[in-house]
């Protein structure tokens, strides 16, 4: 079966989940089309997501001219229905959290979209966020496109879905797909009862080969790893003043800080202010197998978001028999289990931060061992990608063809 997958940026060094999935669905006999906004010449540093970019087309690489010719064939070939999205268009105008002129670049992208997929004869496209690509597949199906699904994720659609027009995206759509209980949860706030059916919920995924090998006993080293992008929803500033704290105290501790991103600089003045420069590591970008390396030379993962949906890292660390110290945010706590696979601390306080990794610092290295059992046990029980990508197919396959 001919499908599409749509994605703003493709491949991304943080979204190799959604790579994962596509590469699993087509190990269950699904031809995937690539289509994503852009990441043509993104710095990538994983192998896969190089090999991935060979396979993806742009929307927006040849150019604003190449939009317009699509709309104005779009509009001639079909005017009744581009009128109509046209319309609707507007309407997701309304209220947006973005101006008005997007909304018509993104009826002009799904224009472009609406020849690739009836070249390739894809029968489904699925969209990852429920932000602009969810927008654009709403659009090409109102061009005459096909059916559409996409995959929420959080949190930026559960804190403004009245200005994503959260509502109007699920009306039209074949269904959606929600990470966690909790992701579906938020949606059924935005939905009448009668539509709460169309949520179901597949899990991200990991690949065999991420975890495979003998287990790796956690290290005597006083090391914890925070793997994300650095930015205001993961924490990582409260991290570093919770390491502070220790290191005041003189508790022996390491961090590695591994991701980039925008509050890179922000974050690098609040170490050097707390003359932290020994104890914290900020690596850059990193590929898979060194996001694994760091996460096997950590006691831990520290992750105290803010705001989630789930966690990728936090599966992989688990995985890889890591315990994972994190927030009751989201849907971490429906796969992290207090003191059973980790710990749970309240969101936001620095103090309860500074303890629990004291507490995960202290604790004998054959209690970790046990815990990181348990947590690669539950990870693979739940996270397995060919598992769920065949819970995300059967959902595609279930649907009416035209």
């Not at 499908?3 to 590469?23: C, D, G, T």
């Not at 994983?46 to 779009?74: F, I, M, N, P, Q």
Request: aromatic share 6%.
């Amino acid at each position: 079966m001919k499908i599409a997958y749509l994605i703003n940026q493709y491949p991304k060094v943080s979204h190799s989940f959604i790579r994962r999935e596509i590469l699993a669905l087509e190990r269950q006999g699904f031809d995937v089309q690539r289509i994503a906004l852009r990441g043509w010449a993104d710095h990538l540093v994983d192998a896969e997501d190089l090999r991935e970019r060979e396979k993806t087309r742009y929307l927006l690489r040849d150019g604003a001219l190449a939009l317009a010719l699509s709309t104005l064939g779009v509009m001639v070939k079909a005017p009744g229905r581009f009128f109509g999205a046209l319309g609707l268009a507007l309407r997701m105008a309304r209220r947006a959290d973005r101006p008005w002129p997007l909304h018509l670049i993104y009826l002009a992208e799904a224009c472009r979209m609406l020849g690739w997929l009836r070249a390739s004869g894809a029968r489904h496209l699925h969209a990852h966020f429920g932000t602009n690509p969810a927008e654009v597949a709403m659009l090409a199906r109102a061009l005459g496109g096909p059916a559409y699904s996409f995959t929420v994720h959080g949190p930026e659609e559960f804190d403004k879905p009245e200005f994503l027009h959260i509502k109007e995206k699920i009306a039209r759509s074949a269904f959606v797909v929600a990470i966690s209980s909790f992701g579906r949860s938020q949606l059924f706030r935005w939905i009448p009862y009668t539509e709460w059916p169309k949520v179901e919920i597949v899990h991200c995924g990991l690949e065999p080969v991420f975890h495979a090998g003998p287990a790796v006993p956690p290290p005597a080293a006083p090391r914890l790893v925070c793997v994300g992008r650095l930015c205001e929803q993961k924490g990582q500033q409260l991290l570093v003043r919770a390491v502070a704290q220790l290191a005041a105290r003189g508790v022996a501790v390491e961090l590695v800080l591994a991701g980039d991103g925008e509050m890179r600089a922000e974050i690098e003045t609040l170490v050097a202010r707390h003359q932290l420069q020994h104890a914290v590591r900020i690596t850059g970008w990193i590929s898979s197998d060194q996001v694994r390396e760091e996460m096997l030379a950590a006691r831990a993962l520290a992750l105290p978001s803010f705001a989630e949906g789930l966690p990728v890292v936090v599966m992989e660390a688990m995985a890889l028999r890591r315990p994972v110290l994190t927030t009751y945010v989201a849907g971490i706590p429906e796969l992290v289990r207090d003191g059973v696979e980790g710990w749970l601390i309240p969101a936001g306080d620095v103090d309860l931060l500074a303890a629990a990794l004291e507490r995960a610092l202290a604790t004998p290295l054959d209690e970790l061992a046990a815990m990181g059992e348990r947590a690669h046990a539950r990870a693979l029980a739940r996270h397995s990608i060919d598992t769920e990508a065949a819970k995300l197919g059967a959902l595609i396959k279930a649907l009416p063809q035209r």
